[in-house]
């Protein structure tokens, strides 16, 4: 599990396919990595991956094809958003995050407005209906708060500190991004059609 907030952005050091899956070695951009071990979890762009190997600067994780391709994927050399997983006495400062992408959107708008930047993202036909106006969203791992929504498009704040901790401020429109929506959507949904089949029994 995480938080949303992004602890370090990183770089993608190395890149190298194997068939269809891929490994990556990922440079940590500070980040502290003395309280983990291979076999931990770091979402990368929001992308829960495990650390296969460790050195005090980078780590080294494996993608599978159905990682690459579910989500907006990973371009060598990019800078990524970096975190690592929740303990459970840390502080929750975004939103429960599990990692797991549920869709890729694509930036329709970035720009300035005064200091802070909107930015519009179409969402998946599929997502629309987990996103709701001051509901929580992650972005690239980044935990947000919706501001907007008019169908599968929806707005988003970015104060000048996310931009300056992110890699958000890289986004121009036609950008792919990861998209994870509030868990608890998806628990409710279930809820009701589970209640809708009890019902009909």
Do not use: W
Request: proline share 3%.
């Amino acid at each position: 599990m995480f938080t949303g907030i992004i602890q370090s952005v990183g770089r993608i050091h190395e890149y190298e396919a194997r068939g269809a899956d891929a490994r990556m070695v990922i440079t940590g951009g500070g980040l502290d990595f003395s309280d983990v071990a291979v076999g931990d979890s770091i979402a990368v762009n929001g992308v829960c991956l495990t650390a296969v190997a460790l050195n005090p600067d980078r780590f080294t994780v494996d993608v599978s094809a159905e990682t690459l391709r579910v989500t907006a994927g990973f371009v060598p050399g990019a800078d990524v958003n970096l975190e690592k997983a929740l303990r459970l006495a840390d502080r929750l400062g975004g939103h429960l995050v599990s990692g797991h992408v549920d869709g890729v959107g694509t930036v329709h708008r970035f720009a300035p407005v005064g200091e802070s930047h909107l930015l519009e993202i179409d969402a998946p036909a599929g997502l629309a209906r987990y996103i709701i106006r001051k509901g929580s969203i992650t972005v690239n791992g980044v935990s947000l708060t919706v501001n907007q929504v008019e169908g599968a498009r929806f707005a988003l704040n970015l104060i000048p500190h996310t931009l300056e901790m992110t890699t958000l401020k890289y986004l121009q429109p036609g950008s792919r991004i990861n998209l994870e929506v509030d868990m608890i959507a998806r628990y409710v949904e279930r809820m009701m059609q589970f209640t809708q089949i009890t019902d009909k029994d």
